[in-house]
RNA sequence: GCGGGCGUAGCUCAGCGGUAGAGCACGGCGUUUACACCGCCGGUGUCGGAGGUUCGAAACCUUCCGCCCGCACCA
């Protein structure tokens, strides 16, 4: 027999191994099956599970339990990424004091190796604590040979075709962690800076000078002109003429360029092209100087005065002020509240920096992947993000690409001692092409520098199903059906998949893209280690199980919006899963047992006939819910059948027939609840699959084998009983009711009353007999009559419908209590129906309306009426 | 500056033209051969403000107010 309550801890993992073991996880090899395929986003390799991942997967693992129960050929394809800056930046803090320069790049590689192997994988074993039955025997890294085969195939063609290729321009460059950084790893912070106002003196005009404003006065040292606007009066007359570089003593042109705004600043503004986006702009218009002034590390170079080298550009700007200063060459400081970038990865302040790099020409390949969402081949969920995606695409820059890394794809890319370079799938061919060049063998170095670590990603949904070969799977997966991710990396990830698959599989990665909110704590703050408000999806797990985490998060997930995450709700969706347990604890007790063969639709008793009407709704629902990726419908859906209408009324009403007289009334109720709760399983199944699983397996002995791997109800439309369900509502309107007014008048709940019941129509009366039992047990009702006369001065009354219900309580009752009671629903009666009377004394609604409309209205005008007379007489009866 | 989202019960949020809802919290009561991780009962809302469209607006439009998030922007 079942426990009182249900223990996730002790079933999950169980479960988990064997439906993996039983291959429950792998696409059904049946060819007539139609394919069903989700791409994981790959978390970090040596990462371990947040909430992020656990919202993310768990949706995905409904989805993929949903399919693969609808008869999908289903795959989940997992993986992890390298994450090329954030695992290398963990291991070179690992080895501190050391450098990986000391250490060198083979033995610091092979630490990182030793650290993946480590700490690496971690997270496939929490994602198996989820639930998530992804095929794992698939799971794929980003540095496997297949997947880095994929990477070198994709970047020879792409240089072949002139879509990969090198330039000189200014990079985002993290002075930490000495790499390039795309613009999409750089975040935009507001500080508290300030604004310098430096005056350079003009050449041969002793004691004039110009003034122009700098919140980063240590760049001047690699001053190589002023800006000042063609139009700007104050200025004019200083066009073509010299300023000089203080400090430096360099000759600096003062040039007319419209990128200078006469309302910042001075302005006059300082051109450093080496080192700012628009002034290397300005400097390319006209033709500056490209004065680099900085090391890799951010200290200064030769290129500066002796004073200043090797200075540390904080260092030097204190040095640069305090030179100019005493110089008297400061006008004025301005504190000022601007935007500067920082690394994300080292959260230091970006340097824009010269540099050679590798680029991919993303505006070339944003055209397709435009295109594809533009005509629909891929789908956004919500529509909304769509606008997000194109926004970007549209205005794409030049992608960079290569990192000054050493963990992560290094680059085919081989240089001959002339500077030369041959781009190959590997150092054999780059050798044959070199010596094709040359005629005869020259001496090869591979180029350092490793892929952003998005590259690989790009390539996720057909590298990992086995391009550049050409397997089944991907024959058979690609395109892939949905990705599901957060809008956060909408541009990082799915941007650029939609690139690259378009461009080496000639068709879109996915056909939908669902995106869904990040996690925040309860107050709407983002969860960050730094905030102490990080929720452990894995304590939770351990606290309330699997399911009730998974159930959280799929009602909280609401369709564009983010969501909050609170505890009490994941105990909430614990007690659910309690509570469905004893529901099917109280059917084993009362031998609800499936039957073979067992017909719903020929079932006679009207209770059976209203929960199995129910259920077919709350199917459908959930069906629909889940196919449009409205999860917290489908999880609202289920949780108000599974408690609010089987628990609370169904199986409370089947009691009676279940230990009653009538075999045949029993044996078909004994056989509905097992059905509905074995069909309620299923349902749940893709949201709850342990409890439903455990239960499944228990209770009907797995009949056809586990729930993973049964079929998704199909409830015929004709189960969809209309006369039952008005029966049934009429029966728990009439016994709430009664518990209402019973209640209120402070009634001793264990009183077992009289009910005299008046002006019942004959279908009322028939109802009574029919539910006489029922009312007795959740009314405490003692017997029923039907009464005509008004003999009822001490006792409570009830309307519902046309009858009004009398429990005489002799002199228990305060009458007064009950004529307040009276009055008021009579107000309300009263109030409602003179809404109505105005509508539908609206000339102008009786005439625009339609017709149903009116119809309704007048119905239940009706409807009120009915009730307000009747609570009239009510009250007369007690004045009498 | 450009774009997007959100303001509904104490809290978290559904609802998005035709009777204002759920969960949690709160209060009262616990009788009913599954469940106290439970049952029953209960209250509260100028649906952010103001206009407009409509027979009818929480919902659609305009505008304002208040929060939030992207993108752009180191003079």
């Keep these: 027999m079942l426990d009182k309550t249900f223990e996730p801890a002790e079933v999950e993992a169980t479960h988990d191994r064997r439906w993996e073991a039983a291959g429950y996880f792998k696409p059904d090899p049946d060819p007539t099956r139609p394919p069903y395929c989700i791409v994981m986003p790959p978390p970090n390799v040596t990462g371990s599970l947040h909430m992020g991942h656990a919202v993310d997967d768990t949706l995905q693992d409904t989805l993929i339990r949903f399919k693969r129960m609808q008869g999908h050929a289903v795959l989940w394809q997992p993986g992890m990424d390298h994450a090329g800056i954030a695992t290398q930046a963990v291991v070179e803090r690992q080895i501190a004091p050391t450098t990986r320069q000391e250490l060198g790049r083979e033995a610091f590689v092979a630490r990182i190796w030793e650290w993946k192997a480590q700490s690496g994988g971690m997270i496939s074993q929490q994602l198996h604590r989820l639930g998530a039955s992804a095929d794992w025997s698939r799971d794929r890294f980003t540095l496997d040979e297949g997947v880095s085969q994929a990477v070198r195939k994709v970047f020879v063609q792409l240089y072949r075709e002139g879509l990969i290729y090198k330039d000189k321009r200014l990079v985002n460059w993290d002075c930490q962690l000495q790499t390039a950084l795309s613009d999409l790893e750089v975040d935009q912070t507001e500080v508290d800076g300030h604004l310098w106002y430096l005056r350079y003196p003009l050449e041969d005009q002793p004691g004039r000078h110009i003034v122009v404003a700098t919140t980063r006065p240590e760049t001047m040292l690699g001053d190589s002109a002023i800006a000042v606007h063609p139009e700007d009066e104050r200025y004019r007359a200083l066009i073509g003429r010299h300023a000089v570089l203080p400090l430096v003593g360099r000759r600096l042109p003062i040039v007319a360029d419209l990128y200078s705004d006469p309302e910042k600043g001075s302005g006059a503004v300082k051109i450093t092209p080496a080192h700012d986006f628009n002034d290397f702009e300005v400097g390319r218009r006209h033709q500056l100087e490209l004065i680099n002034i900085l090391e890799l590390d951010g200290r200064l ?14 260092a030097a700007r204190q040095r640069v002020l305090a030179d100019l200063e005493a110089a008297g060459l400061i006008e004025k400081i301005e504190p000022i509240r601007h935007v500067v970038p920082f690394s994300q990865r080292s959260e230091t302040p970006i340097e824009p920096f010269l540099s050679d790099q590798w680029y991919a020409d993303a505006k070339t390949l944003a055209a397709e992947a435009i295109r594809a969402v533009e005509d629909g081949r891929t789908r956004f969920v919500p529509r909304q993000w769509e606008n997000v995606y194109f926004e970007w695409m549209r205005n794409i820059q030049p992608w960079c690409i290569s990192r000054q890394l050493w963990w992560g794809h290094q680059i085919p890319a081989w240089y001959a001692p002339d500077g030369k370079v041959f781009v190959a799938l590997d150092e054999a061919e780059a050798q044959a092409e070199a010596t094709r060049h040359y005629g005869h063998a020259v001496p090869l170095e591979r180029d350092p520098d490793v892929l952003d670590t998005w590259f690989s990603s790009g390539l996720w949904p057909f590298s990992t199903l086995g391009w550049p070969e050409e397997t089944p799977e991907l024959a058979r997966f690609y395109p892939t059906s949905v990705l599901v991710t957060g809008f956060d990396i909408i541009f990082f990830w799915v941007a650029r998949m939609m690139m690259l698959g378009l461009k080496f599989m000639g068709e879109v990665p996915f056909r939908d893209v669902c995106i869904h909110g990040l996690v925040r704590d309860e107050r709407g703050q983002k969860m960050s280690k730094s905030k102490g408000n990080v929720v452990d999806p894995l304590d939770l797990i351990e606290r309330y199980g699997a399911d009730a985490l998974r159930l959280t998060i799929l009602a909280s997930t609401v369709q564009g919006s983010d969501i909050r995450f609170g505890e009490s709700r994941v105990e909430g969706y614990r007690n659910f899963a309690t509570k469905l347990w004893n529901a099917a604890r109280f059917c084993e007790l009362n031998g609800c047992e499936l039957v073979a063969g067992f017909a719903p639709g020929e079932c006679r008793e009207v209770v059976n006939r209203w929960v199995l009407s129910k259920l077919a709704q709350a199917a459908a ?15 609202m859906a289920l949780y108000r059948f599974a408690w609010n209408e089987f628990c609370d009324w169904y199986l409370e009403l089947a009691k009676p027939a279940l230990a009653g007289e009538d075999g045949a009334a029993r044996a078909e109720t004994q056989a509905t609840a097992a059905f509905v709760l074995a069909q309620l399983l299923h349902l749940l199944h893709p949201l709850t699959p342990f409890v439903t699983e455990e239960l499944w397996q228990r209770r009907y002995d797995a009949p056809g084998g586990p729930l993973i791997a049964a079929s998704w109800p199909k409830l015929e439309r004709t189960l969809i009983a209309p006369a039952a369900e008005a029966e049934l509502d009429w029966l728990i309107r009439l016994v709430s009711a009664l518990r209402g007014a019973r209640n209120e008048l402070g009634v001793p709940p264990g009183a077992k009353l009289v009910l005299q019941v008046q002006d019942a129509a004959a279908a009322t009366q028939d109802r009574l007999t029919r539910h006489q039992e029922a009312l007795g047990r959740l009314a405490r009702i003692e017997r029923i009559e039907l009464a005509s006369g008004a003999q009822a001065k001490g006792a409570l009354q009830v309307v519902v419908d046309e009858a009004t219900y009398l429990m005489p309580l002799a002199d228990v009752i305060d009458l007064d209590q009950e004529r307040q009671r009276l009055e008021r629903a009579l107000a ?35 409807e009120v009426l009915q009730a307000h007379d009747k609570l009239s007489a009510a009250l007369a009866r007690i004045a009498s």
């Design 301 to 314: 170079n030769e290129q500066v005065p002796a004073a200043y080298r090797g200075l540390d550009r904080s």
């Design 621 to 635: 629902e959930t069906e629909a819910a889940l196919e449009a990726y409205r999860f917290n419908d489908a999880a």
């Design 828 to 862: 309300k009666a009263a109030a409602e129906l003179e809404r109505f009377d105005k509508k539908l004394a609206n000339p102008q609604f009786l005439d625009r309306a339609p017709v149903e409309v009116i119809e309704e209205q007048r119905a239940r005008r009706a």
